[in-house]
């Protein structure tokens, strides 16, 4: 086995259930730190990832999805994301931008793509996490939806 490394940890746990001087992390200051930052790396270029980590009932899912009042990282990053698009074509108007979005979890090791209807039947193969020379770790076998704008992107997600 590897060593897991993580670059942030957040705290969430309201001091009416444990004494801390622990500021509480809202959904903004969670993206600020992480989906924002990944943002820029992506639009520079790199390829990135958001990685939710921890038990059952511990916030992942409202991490990374939110609600409509509190939205989380991935709806904040696709609104910043066709923003940053929208800006980039104005100064270059000639660059052809496409939009990809895969949708994907991993729960005991094993990969499920949440856009291919037959992952919860198990009736499909799986797609499977591989390491490229150049591209790094990636997950092969994933539907992808190209989509063109942030609504788009945030109703294939929710």
Same mark, same amino acid.
């Given at each position: ?71 989380? *990282?991935?709806?904040?990053? !696709?609104? =910043? +994301? $066709?923003?940053?698009?929208? &800006?980039?074509? @104005? ?14 979890? *991993?729960?005991?090791?094993? !990969?499920? =793509? +949440? $856009?291919?209807?037959?992952? &919860?039947?198990? @009736? ?35």
């Amino acid at each position: 086995r590897e060593a897991f490394e993580y670059a942030e940890c957040f705290w969430s746990v309201p001091p009416s259930q444990f004494a801390s001087d622990n500021t509480i992390a809202t959904q903004l200051s969670v993206y600020e730190r992480s989906g924002k930052m990944a943002l820029q790396h992506a639009l520079q270029g790199f390829n990135v990832c958001v990685f939710a980590y921890g038990q059952t009932g511990s916030g992942k899912t409202f991490s990374m999805l939110g609600s409509d009042s509190e939205p989380g *990282i991935s709806p904040r990053l !696709v609104d =910043d +994301l $066709f923003i940053a698009n929208t &800006k980039r074509k @104005e100064v270059q108007p000639s660059i052809h931008t496409i939009v990809e979005v895969m949708f994907f979890e *991993i729960y005991n090791e094993k !990969v499920r =793509d +949440l $856009f291919n209807k037959q992952s &919860k039947s198990g @009736e499909y193969e799986a797609p499977r996490i591989r390491t490229h020379r150049s591209r790094g770790v990636y997950v092969d076998g994933l539907l992808r939806k190209e989509v063109n704008d942030a609504e788009t992107a945030k109703a294939l997600i929710e």
